[in-house]
């Protein structure tokens, strides 16, 4: 045998060697990984199971070890969102003690998010308010989630066969939604024509892995406009949640009113996945008044 002939079957037989010890290709499998699948449920905040609706629009599915190193990531479009489709995750010989999920929905470009392709721990990912002249843009209808899982492994006592590990990853809406209302607001300001917006404050910008807020406080400025009976309307928009949110109406770039709280001295406190509505009525006098109302639901007031 020449030495090529040696060098081919050295390199044959390390292959084969190696292929047994990282693959479960063996005798005693007792210490081979159990596979496992996943899927993706979406909740609204009663915890309804709602994924069917194709409310959720993609999924980007991230899955990391105990050392919080990426293992993999996928993407799911929304026909497999809403027909719950299974991911099937199975690990070479060791394989990982722990697979931790992270599941993101609805993200799109209103959103400034970690690029998938530099993500290799944990630590990496982010999602973050798109900010642009000052102000946040209002966010997408952003879902999230996160799964830890302990691998089994065939000769765990529990574990009487190699049979595949199902689990799902439930993702709940991290937004809340806003509209603003006033009535009478050109009257109050001297039937003066001219530019009025709505800014309110503030939230912080950023989501990080474990779904806690931190980052700087932003404010939006939403998109307003004067309907055809006068009320100067914000429609619903979505934002991260605070504590409470203060509202200002400028004209022409100059702070004309200020509000944090409604008539019964209750804050502007926005809830994840409901909508608050805000009606700020400058006739004979000022009073405001806050509802809180289902996901983009509009309160109607009647007394308009």
């Not at 939230?203 to 700087?216: A, D, I, K, L, V």
């Not at 008539?263 to 509802?291: C, E, H, M, W, Y």
Request: charged letters at 20%; aromatic letters at 12%.
């Amino acid at each position: 045998m020449n030495n090529k002939s040696k060098f081919s079957l050295t390199l044959l037989i390390a292959l084969l060697i190696t292929g047994l010890l990282s693959s479960c290709f063996k005798e005693d499998l007792s210490d081979c990984p159990v596979p496992i699948r996943v899927s993706v449920r979406a909740l609204d905040v009663e915890q309804n199971d709602i994924t069917a609706t194709g409310q959720v629009k993609n999924v980007i599915l991230f899955a990391f070890n105990e050392n919080q190193d990426l293992v993999d990531v996928f993407q799911l479009s929304v026909d497999e969102v809403k027909n719950k489709k299974m991911i099937d995750i199975e690990m070479d010989y060791p394989g990982h003690e722990a697979i931790t999920f992270i599941a993101w929905g609805n993200v799109d470009n209103s959103l400034d998010v970690s690029d998938i392709s530099s993500v290799k721990k944990l630590i990496d990912l982010y999602v973050r308010l798109v900010v642009k002249d000052g102000y946040a843009q209002p966010a997408s209808d952003f879902f999230r989630g996160n799964l830890s899982v302990f691998v089994e492994r065939v000769g765990d006592p529990q574990t009487a066969t190699r049979s595949t590990k199902e689990h799902v990853v439930d993702i709940n809406r991290m937004t809340a939604g806003v509209t603003i209302n006033t009535v009478s607001l050109k009257e109050y300001n001297d039937n003066k024509e001219g530019n009025y917006t709505y800014v309110l404050r503030s939230s912080s910008e950023t989501y990080y892995p474990e779904g806690n807020q931190t980052g700087e406080a932003v404010a939006y400025a939403p998109n307003a406009s004067f309907t055809s009976n006068g009320i100067f309307s914000a429609p619903i928009f979505y934002t991260f949640p605070t504590e409470y949110y203060t509202v200002e109406i400028y004209y022409d770039g100059r702070l004309i009113y200020t509000a944090d709280k409604d008539a019964d001295g209750n804050q502007f406190v926005p809830q994840v996945g409901r909508t608050l509505n805000i009606l700020i009525d400058f006739r004979a006098g000022t009073s405001i008044k806050t509802v809180i109302t289902p996901w983009n639901v509009v309160y109607q007031y009647v007394e308009l």
